[in-house]
């Protein structure tokens, strides 16, 4: 069961990431095929390379505890990226002046740690959930279809309840607390209650943080989320 959750929950997080840091580029992007051919492409070479290294890793440590210790990480980072998304961007802007290149070196830096870690899961989980070489290939087939069956819902979810209700930062926080809690059930007691400290600790004061990443050489009067992107009034001079 502690594996089947790892693998949904894994799944539904790589979609749900991937859509939502689509509204932190966006804004300054714009919805280009530069964008979403970044975002694309960025999670499936993090994947590829998460299931080749995964499954070395696998043979040489097949430890829950291990595999749990990597999801953990990776909700650490995701938990972290309202607070360095603007700078990853800024950063990009500044090595790169092309714009689509641009797009391409943020969205690397954004999410190609988490996508190579958590492809981790997927060699792991049908390591650990093997015991005979005469249902491999029916353990794999169960663990692929519920890694996409998590795929599907952290997509429909993400699109149809969270963004039209939540910011983005809050979106991006809930992903990550998600992969901390699935991270629980095989961490030993003193890593879970460090993991709810940090969780604490960076959530609880900086659940309203407002992932704003437009410049703006006026005054910044209102903002807002929309269903479309996000929604600055800025007030130039006595206009």
Known sequence: MKLKVLTFTSGAVIMGLEIVTSRILIPVFGSTIYTWGSLIGVILSGLSLGYYFGGKLSDKHPKFEKICGIVFSVGIFI??????????????????SA??????????????????????????????????????????????????????????????????????????????IALIGSSLLGLKISP?????????????????????????????????ETLFSHLDVVEYGDN
């Open 192 to 224: 879970k209650i460090i993991a709810l400290a940090i969780v604490a600790i960076l959530i609880i004061p900086w659940s309203s943080l407002s992932i704003n990443t437009i410049s703006h050489n006026g005054t910044l009067i209102f903002e807002k």
């Open 99 to 176: 714009p689509q290149y641009t797009t391409l070196l943020a969205t690397f830096l954004l999410l190609m740690f988490p996508s190579v870690l958590l492809g981790f899961v997927s060699p792991y989980v049908i390591k650990l959930g093997t015991s005979s070489l005469h249902n491999v290939g029916n353990i794999s087939g169960n663990l692929y279809s519920l890694a996409t069956v998590g795929s599907i819902f952290g997509t429909f979810t993400t699109v149809f309840v969270l963004i039209p209700n939540l910011a983005a930062n809050q979106i991006i926080f809930g992903l990550g």
């Open 79 to 96: 938990v972290g990226i309202p607070f360095f998304a603007t700078s990853v961007i800024d950063f990009s802007q500044y090595v790169i």
